[in-house]
């Protein structure tokens, strides 16, 4: 079936750095990947749909320069959390659609990010 | 928020139980997918029901759907203690889907 690698797995930074998380279909090709954000014991909030070649369309509330989405291919988006603050610790979770049309969507395992 | 609702927020059963949980959705839909969530790990998807569909079946799981009334319902049968996890609802609109609040199962061996 799909895969979608996402890496790192877990990170920990200091306050003010940079972090970049990527996400990666391995088997076939995603025009459209998904940036998700999970705090303890809350659900999923989707962060960004990100469009290969194109911008990344952010969810309201969700700061476009802080949190940098880039897709420049079929297989890769990338999520850049800049300048990193404690209250950006979160679960960071990437989904692909995994073929047109098929109605169902694979989900990276998620990304631990902590600032320190 | 476009965030759906479930419930219960938390359910403890024995083992051998069954475990029913709601959700609730705001727009309308193509399909509806479920997903457990261990603690701290990424998502697996556990079944999808498309719009036109009014129950489904996997294994020990059941879903149901009723657009009308924007809900469904995930029932798991004789359940482990493996089962223990939370349990998410996401509804697809077709370009992206929203996620419920979640409901965390605890099976008690």
């Known amino acids: 079936g799909a895969v979608v690698s996402q890496h790192p797995s877990w990170v920990i930074c200091k306050s003010g750095t940079s972090v970049k998380i990527e996400c990666r279909s391995l088997?076939?090709?995603?025009?459209?990947m998904f940036w998700y954000r999970q705090f303890p014991k809350q659900s999923l909030m989707l962060m960004a749909t990100?469009?290969?070649?194109?911008?990344?369309?952010?969810e309201q509330g969700v700061e476009k320069d802080k949190f940098l989405i880039n897709h420049a291919s079929l297989t890769l988006s990338t999520l850049t959390v800049t300048s990193a603050h404690p209250e950006d610790s979160s679960f960071y979770i990437c989904?692909?659609?995994?073929?047109?049309?098929?109605?169902?969507?694979?989900f990276g395992s998620g990304t631990r990010l902590t600032v320190v | 928020s476009q965030q759906g609702e479930e419930d219960p927020q938390a359910l403890s059963i024995q083992e051998g139980e069954n475990a029913t949980m709601n959700c609730s959705y705001k727009?309308?839909?193509?399909?509806l997918q479920w997903y457990r969530q261990n603690s701290g790990r990424g998502l697996v998807h556990l079944i999808l029901?498309?719009?036109?569909?009014r129950e489904k079946h996997s294994g020990r799981l059941r879903v149901t759907l009723d657009t009308s009334k924007k809900s469904s319902s995930l029932l798991i049968t004789a359940s482990r203690a493996a089962d223990t996890a939370s349990y998410f609802c996401?509804?697809?609109?077709?370009?992206?889907?929203?996620f419920g609040t979640g409901t965390s199962l605890t099976v008690i061996p």
């Open positions: 989904s692909a659609r995994d073929a047109p049309g098929a109605g169902g969507y694979t």
């Open positions: 088997d076939f090709q995603a025009t459209t």
């Open positions: 990100s469009n290969e070649g194109s911008k990344a369309t952010y």
């Open positions: 727009t309308s839909i193509n399909n």
């Open positions: 029901i498309r719009s036109n569909e």
């Open positions: 996401a509804s697809n609109t077709g370009n992206q889907f929203y």
